[in-house]
């Protein structure tokens, strides 16, 4: 019982971190990248593409082929970046959690900081996968088996971490505009992460452009980084969409079973053709928000 204590204690931590992220940040100035890529790579399946702009570096994979095929090739051409951007993110829910513990808990617990949370970290993410399990198209499982089998990276690690967003309920900034809102009427879409600005995964950002050969599957393009398969934002030839979640503080009507947030919106990339479609598929999902 004392274990089974001290595990729900820090995994209240980890959760806690999702409202105790400071967002300080500094306007964006950059100008629009919009150059032709450079080919890198290919294997069977799949192709890689860079382009470097100053200090940005922007990976493009292009998967074709079976969830499975496109998972391997994913993991094949970017196992490096794979297997550094998840042991990063790790480390780094791992400090952020000793130092959340430090400066919240009482006095009196503040020994948990010295357990190694990296180990009950995974295990947390470990039961976040049980809750969403049953909920999960088999897709998305073949595509982090093929990505694990690619990368040498461990499927199970693969799939716990591909949950962090879920576990925190991770929520950011997006911005819309069209019509006369825009020079030359034109739609264009916008989000922010809304996370520290040093945490380490923003190391590896990449697009991934799928071709599956599932029925009813159409060319999309996800937005996000190397190892995550959800998405955040992303855009097909038919659809585009960007996260934001914002519920009243009375309305709390989430639950930890059910479709992970970020497979959801994929799917409105991959089998969205419209806004109606859309919205329909969101709307008969069983999702955890």
């Known amino acids: 019982m004392k274990a089974f204590t001290v595990f729900i204690l820090v995994a209240l931590a980890f959760a806690g971190l999702a409202t105790d992220l400071p967002c300080p940040g500094q306007p964006n100035t950059e100008p629009l990248i919009n150059q032709e890529p450079k080919f890198v790579s290919q294997v069977t399946n799949g192709k890689r593409y860079v382009i470097e702009n100053g200090t940005n570096i922007i990976n493009i ?3 074709q082929g079976s969830a499975y095929e496109a998972g391997k090739a994913y993991g094949q051409l970017f196992a490096e970046e794979i297997k550094e951007n998840l042991n990063n993110m790790v480390d780094y829910y791992d400090s952020m959690a000793k130092d959340y513990i430090r ?12 357990l190694p949370l ?3 970290f995974n295990d947390v993410l470990a ?4 809750d969403t399990f049953f909920f999960t198209p088999e897709r998305f499982e073949k595509e982090m088996k093929g990505m694990a089998d690619g990368s040498g990276v461990s499927e199970s690690w693969i799939k716990h971490i591909n949950l962090l967003p879920e576990l925190i309920k991770a929520q950011c900034t997006i911005a819309g505009a069209w019509g006369e809102a825009t020079a030359g009427n034109a739609t264009l879409q916008l989000r922010a992460l809304d996370w520290d600005a040093s945490a380490p995964m923003s190391k590896h950002p990449l697009v991934s452009v799928y071709h599956f050969d599932i029925e009813g599957s159409q060319t999309f393009a996800n937005f996000g ?4 398969i959800g998405s955040l934002a992303g855009f097909s030839p038919k659809v585009g969409i960007a996260e934001k979640v914002w519920l009243p ?7 930890r079973y059910g479709m992970p947030w970020m497979y959801v919106l ?3 990339l991959q089998f969205g053709t419209d806004l109606a479609t859309g919205l329909k598929i969101m709307s008969v999902a069983d999702r955890t928000w």
């Open 266 to 268: 994929r799917d409105v």
């Open 118 to 120: 990296r180990v009950i």
């Open 225 to 228: 980084w190397a190892g995550i």
């Open 127 to 130: 039961l976040e996968y049980l």
């Open 103 to 114: 400066e919240n808990l009482p006095v009196y617990l503040r020994w948990l900081a010295d």
């Open 249 to 255: 503080i009375h309305n709390n009507d989430t639950t």
């Open 61 to 63: 994979g292009l998967f």
